[in-house]
């Protein structure tokens, strides 16, 4: 059976002779009882905190690109973002043939291509269009060309003149593309040099930037590692498996201990902790290498061996 938010607090309170909870009681707890709800808490984030790569953390994103949009934002509740494992998902229909991207440093991308930052123009369509309109009213016109080529979502347009806010003359669905009815608010877009993007950066805010701009809707994937939010229900689970639920015990015993000034109670406890989570990282983490020793040996009738050790 999965060890629940009131499964974990009620092994505690045990620990401690104190009056156990039932999921009627678990809310309007008091006193020691919300000590050790919060210690349980406190418990989890410290195993989390102290390592990165925890499997139980693991996941994957996948996100669409919109056609002149270079800056994106990895999920909420990711903690770390491998960037090594940043790819494009092949796809025949964009003529794009997947593979990994190469991995740019922020100050590289600065020094050498942020200029393509200023050369994208973008707005937004005022109003909603059909596939076969042959004007496209847009918010501004500002920094477009009087005559050129447009991104809108999948569609490629273009266009013989401006009117105001208005482009006209359009032919829907260029390059290959086809023509799409398109929401208000949908974002145009205007530049050269785009294609299916080739390095990822990451950025100083912890998102990341792809290069070159992407000029269609291709598909990227990358791995990731969550940062869990705090249990609240009695039947909210934990990400860190069962079998490893006697550390978070341990931690949360020691946190309450700590909360009453029991100091010896709580460095024992989490003395056993600490180890508890050195174990976790060991049998998830953790990876073993086996080296060839350059140490040569000779045998009893004197012709060289190579010794081998494992560490």
Not at 54 to 75: Q, W
Not at 83 to 106: A, E
């Amino acid at each position: 059976m999965a060890e629940t938010y009131l499964t974990l607090t009620n092994k505690v309170l045990a620990r401690l002779n104190e009056v156990e909870l039932t999921s009627t009681t678990f809310t309007s707890a008091r006193g020691i009882q919300t000590q050790v709800k919060n210690a349980i808490n406190e418990s989890i984030r410290y195993i989390n905190q102290r390592e990165f790569n925890y499997p139980f953390n693991h996941a994957t994103d996948s996100e669409t690109l919109v056609a002149g949009t270079f800056k994106y934002s990895i999920p909420a509740t990711a903690k770390l973002a491998d960037y090594d494992t940043f790819r494009v998902v092949k796809d025949s229909d964009l003529g794009v043939s997947g593979g990994k991207l190469n991995s740019m440093n922020y100050k590289e991308y600065v020094e050498h291509h942020i200029t393509h930052e200023d050369e994208i123009t973008t707005t937004t369509l005022n109003g909603s269009h059909s596939s076969s309109v042959e004007t496209l009213t847009l918010t501004s016109t500002t920094g477009f060309d009087a005559a050129g080529s447009a991104f809108i979502g999948s569609e490629i347009i273009s266009y013989t003149a401006i009117s105001g806010n208005d482009l006209t003359g359009v032919t829907r669905g260029t390059q290959s593309t086809t023509a799409a009815e398109h929401a208000s608010g949908v974002q145009v877009a205007q530049f050269s040099n785009g294609s299916a993007p080739t390095h990822v950066i990451r950025t100083l805010d912890n998102n990341y930037i792809l290069f070159p701009c992407p000029n269609k809707a291709y598909t990227i994937k990358y791995d990731y590692y969550t940062f869990p939010t705090d249990l609240s229900a009695h039947g909210d689970t934990t990400s860190i498996p069962d079998r490893f639920a006697p550390v978070i015990i341990d931690g949360a015993t020691a946190f309450v201990y700590q909360y009453r000034g029991e100091t010896q109670q709580y460095a024992i406890n989490f003395t056993r902790y600490e180890q508890g989570i050195k174990n976790m990282q060991t049998l998830l983490v953790n990876k073993f290498d086996y080296l060839r020793s350059t140490y040569i040996t000779r045998n009893h009738i004197g012709s060289p061996t190579s010794a081998f050790r494992s560490v």
